[in-house]
């Protein structure tokens, strides 16, 4: 099966950084393009989002994705791991033979000889992307090459597949080694005479996992900054500059040298000193056109900002400025105006400082230091004394907004030089726009509430743009993308992804599934709640378009909730649980905050402090009337009630029946689950159906040792029979009037743990079939009666094998697979084991593959599973398929789409010619007493469609009379007590 990656961030996050980092640090910085000229004399604009496998590509009018840039050499197979660790843009001019060819071939085809001009023009420019990758090489793309990309289908980038149009690198050139390539930079007149002139930065030691991990470890980093000069493209796919070249150029000269130090500092506050970005600002000729003389090069530490100053005909060499940061405020972000000689500075405590013609100053300082080096005396004695230090004249503007670090900085690209324009954001997620030529500290403009969360990156048009766009890029931490007009802030669009981040395996695991009201679809959107970067909010996400649709916010909160840096986040509410009626119609939720009174709500701890937990539980309903966005489903809140298992207890468990008519909660801390009922509203009642607790049953001494976890309580199909977990165990209850039936046990021969999951699922012509998981195993069990032909069955993980466990499982009705997520703590890695429903044997026929039964090789840890396999359509003239889809979401924030078509001789057949059913798994020995009465199997598939099928609860011998009378079976004739039950309830109470 082929996996896609189909959600997550909109950037990729970089390698090999700590997780304490700014968050602008560990993502990718946004860029935007200038028109790039494409065939048939089209030109457009493109925004690319780097990502370590690939980097997107969208259309800078709508934000569509059109395009991906893959570091693979088209045809060529290389390692998975190889990423993208940096990117940078370039324009460069063609050489000769290239430019004269298209000079010819464009005055043959156009009429005009103005466009005959502006043609050449434009032919004589090419726009190229350099990625630096981690395995000491940078990859060169032609964005011109755009305009004639074809959809190329399923592309492997990494270890899973992307869809759409791809464009190859053109060549690949060997830097390093094997160092990574952590910063990449070119000025904007990077015109050589013997190639390309780039900047890079090599990492040279780097953190090893268990540093990346442990945030109170100080460990070195070492760094080194190069210059190279990359040849003229000539078709050659790899070319290499880790030795000297044939042509006797230097192409790689070592510049610096830089200790770097991760960890905490001597205040105990954390701090990494890596560089975090890195710029490049030529310095051209007076009078001579594009032509360069010099060049600054900028890296930018949190402690330190390295400045480089080169004359490229020039053999001299000059030492490197640094200027020091407070360590008591460091820097967070930097940027160079327009002008190429201001730098602004953001910082820690959310100040910003602007370093007046600071690039000035040291070019001047360096050119007088270097005439006094050649006036000596006689005698060896300098004839002039040496120019002041800049950094001792250096002249500095401050403006202070943020209460937070300012994450983004950077100049508006449409302003004058010596009226620049300044844009900053931060945690706040407001916009800052700045005028520090007015000489005021005061903000000329702000535009808040841009997203749920703060903002990461702000971006304006590329310095090689020589007719900028007018567009103020923003990205933010609840994975949104908007455009906003530069003169009147007005949004162009905005791209919403998933609210997802990198998740710890342990924490509490977000819920995916398929949205009932897409009915079976393989479109239908997927579900996705307790998202990090969206607290109280659930998200409908369309895996096809890669869009998300809507979002229902259940719990509002307060997005910003402190003043200063020091202080500690307010807690978010969070979505703990929800549940859908089968038609979708109905929806229940529950969600928690948390409070510092430890005396309000169920008290809890985090190890440190004392905290108080308030639980409520909502009822909403689909509305088709209600006026609704893109961005707010029209689920309408019909009822809401808090502490529904009173003030001191939290909800451990919900579930509703698929009618919609009846819902279960379950508290671990007050020993009992309540039942709640919806009245159906009177017809033509303008009144909304109301939602009552019919009942409270606390739960017998024997079960109430244990625990019932998060999704252990279901329904039957009809609503009758109700299973609750405690443990290891599954109890059934007739769910009119809480009547225990019988008790199954989960895995008798392996080490037991608590039951997570427990389902009543259907296929085949099989029904009400009990799905169980625990960390230990899982199993498909029939608990009534009726079912003898199906005995079931059970996989466990063995005893031995250490750090194994079972994240989630997923049934694909339609093709009759089971598929189980399997974590491994140890190497960090998950994988999917598909299991035969009807046998329990694993593996399934596929059409790529004749039996699949692993999908391994998945980074982090599947926190949840669903599938979506619709049958195919009857118009279908492939009808004799069916697709087989799974989706995951991870750990490391991405969700992931496993897909491919299952032949029908594939599946498994189970309904007979009788209605019978048949199993080869393994009989359980699981006792019924003397009830064993046969269930009828589809009403549909048997040969009296017109006879009617018994609920669940009439399985056990419980039956109504048309009088409305219910009559039960005498209590002798129920099965026996299970022995845990019984020694439990024993220990108890005789004492």
Request: charged share 20%; with cysteine.
């Amino acid at each position: 099966m082929k996996g896609y990656t189909i959600g997550g961030p909109l950037l990729g996050d970089r390698h090999q950084l700590h997780e304490n980092d700014l968050v602008s640090w560990k993502y990718f910085e946004p860029t935007i393009s200038p028109m790039i000229p494409l065939e048939k004399n089209k030109k457009q604009r493109f925004i690319l989002l780097p990502h370590q496998h690939y980097i997107s590509v969208l259309a800078y009018n709508t934000g569509a994705i059109i395009a991906y840039l893959v570091p693979q050499l088209e045809n060529r197979f290389e390692d998975d791991d190889v990423r993208i660790e940096s990117v940078c843009l370039v324009k460069q001019a063609k050489n000769a033979k290239v430019r004269m060819q298209n000079i010819l071939d464009e005055m043959d085809e156009d009429e005009s000889e103005d466009d005959d001009a502006e043609s050449r023009q434009e032919s004589s420019e090419e726009f190229i992307v350099m990625a630096g990758c981690s395995d000491g090489t940078i990859r060169e793309f032609n964005l011109a090459n755009l305009g004639a990309l074809q959809n190329s289908g399923a592309v492997k980038c990494g270890r899973y597949h992307i869809n759409g149009p791809c464009c190859y690198a053109r060549r690949v050139i060997h830097v390093t080694k094997k160092e990574p390539i952590i910063q990449i930079a070119s000025p904007a007149t990077c015109n050589h005479q013997h190639g390309i002139l780039a900047y890079v930065v090599s990492r040279t030691k780097n953190l090893e996992q268990a540093e990346l991990e442990d945030t109170n470890a100080v460990s070195n980093v070492n760094v080194a900054v190069l210059r190279v000069v990359i040849p003229h493209f000539d078709g050659t796919a790899s070319v290499s500059l880790v030795s000297k070249t044939a042509d006797d150029i230097q192409r790689k000269k070592h510049i610096d040298s830089i200790k770097c130090r991760v960890g905490r500092d001597k205040t105990n506050k954390f701090l990494n000193t890596t560089p975090f970005r890195l710029l490049a600002v030529s310095r051209e000729k007076p009078n001579k056109g594009t032509s360069m003389d010099a060049v600054f090069v900028v890296l930018a530490r949190a402690n330190t900002i390295h400045i480089y100053y080169e004359q490229l005909h020039s053999d001299k060499r000059f030492s490197p400025i640094s200027l020091p940061m407070s360590a008591t405020n460091p820097l967070s972000s930097i940027s160079v105006a327009k002008n190429n000689t201001d730098i602004a500075c953001g910082h820690m405590k959310g100040q910003i400082k602007i370093l007046n013609d600071v690039l000035n100053n040291l070019e001047s300082h360096n050119l007088a230091l270097a005439e006094t080096d050649n006036l000596i005396r006689p005698d060896g004695t300098p004839m002039a004394s040496k120019p002041t230090d800049p950094r001792k004249q250096l002249i500095t503007s401050k403006v202070h907004w943020h209460a937070h670090p300012v994450t983004s900085i950077t100049y508006s690209a449409n302003s004058s030089p010596v009226d620049p324009i300044l844009y900053s954001g931060g945690e706040e997620s407001v916009l800052v726009t700045w005028q520090p030529s007015r000489g005021t500290d005061k903000p000329v403009d702000m535009l808040p509430r841009l997203a749920m969360g703060g903002i990461v990156h702000v971006v304006c048009a590329h310095s090689i743009d020589s007719d900028p766009a007018n567009g103020i890029l923003v990205y933010c931490e609840d994975n949104s993308l908007q455009l906003f007009e530069s003169h009147s802030k007005g949004k162009k669009w905005k791209l919403q992804g998933l609210a997802c981040k990198k998740m710890d395996e342990d924490a509490r695991c977000p819920i995916i599934e398929v949205d009932p009201r897409g009915s079976g679809s393989q479109d239908a959107p997927i579900v996705i709640a307790g998202l990090p970067e969206a607290p109280g909010f659930m998200q409908w996400y369309d895996s096809s378009k890669q869009k998300l649709l809507g979002s229902l916010e259940v719990a509002p909160f307060n997005r910003v909730s402190r003043t200063e840096s020091d202080e500690s986040s307010l807690p978010v509410p969070s979505v703990t649980s929800h549940a859908f009626s089968d038609n979708g119609n109905d929806l229940i939720t529950l969600e928690e905050s948390m409070t510092e009174n430890e005396y309000v709500g169920a008290h809890d701890s985090d190890g440190t402090n004392n905290h108080g937990i308030v639980s409520t539980i909502r009822f909403w309903s689909w509305n088709n009337a209600s006026t609704s966005t893109q961005a707010q489903l029209p689920y309408t809140l019909r009822a809401a009630m808090t502490y529904p298992h009173g003030p001191k207890n939290r909800v451990s468990a919900l579930a509703i029946a698929k009618t919609g008519l009846v819902a279960c909660t379950v508290s671990n801390d007050e020993k009992a689950f309540r039942i709640w009922n919806r009245a159906k509203s009177e017809r033509g009642s303008a009144e909304p159906a109301s939602w009552t607790c019919r009942y409270k049953v606390t739960i017998p001494a024997g079960f109430s040792n244990f625990e019932t976890m998060k999704g252990g309580v279901a329904f039957s199909e009809d609503g009758s029979v109700l299973a609750l977990s405690f443990g290891g165990m599954v109890t059934l209850w007739e769910s009119e009037e809480a009547r225990y039936l019988t008790t199954i046990r989960h895995l008798d021969d392996i080490n037991n743990s608590s039951i997570d999951l427990v389902q009543f699922v259907s296929f085949g012509g099989l029904h009400d079939l009990l799905l169980v998981k625990s960390p230990s195993g899982v199993s498909l069990q029939s608990p009534f009666p009726q079912n003898a032909s199906f005995t079931g069955w059970c996989w466990g993980i063995p005893a031995e094998a250490k750090g194994i466990s079972v994240k989630d499982a997923a049934l694909a009705a339609s093709a009759n697979c089971l598929a189980v997520a399997l974590f491994d703590s140890n190497k960090q890695q998950s994988r999917i084991v598909l299991i035969d429903a009807a046998s329990g044997n694993a593996g399934i026929k596929t059409e790529s593959m004749h039996n699949v039964k692993l999908i391994g090789k998945i980074d982090g840890c599947i926190m949840s599973l669903c599938s979506t396999s619709a049958e195919p359509s009857a118009w279908d003239n492939a009808a004799s398929t069916k697709t087989l889809d799974f989706f995951a979401l991870t750990s490391r924030g991405t969700l992931l789409k496993f897909t491919d078509a299952v032949s029908e001789s594939a599946t498994t057949t189970l309904v007979h010619a009788a209605g019978r059913t048949e199993s080869g798994g393994p009989r359980l020995g699981i006792e019924r007493g003397d009830l064993k009465r046969e269930r009828l199997g589809y009403y549909g598939l048997m040969s009296d469609a017109s006879e009617k099928r018994k609920t669940a609860a009439e399985m056990f011998g419980i039956t109504t009379l048309d009088d409305g009378t219910t009559v039960r079976p005498l209590t002798s004739d129920l099965p026996t007590l299970d022995d845990d039950f019984v020694s439990a309830f024993l220990r108890r109470n005789l004492r």
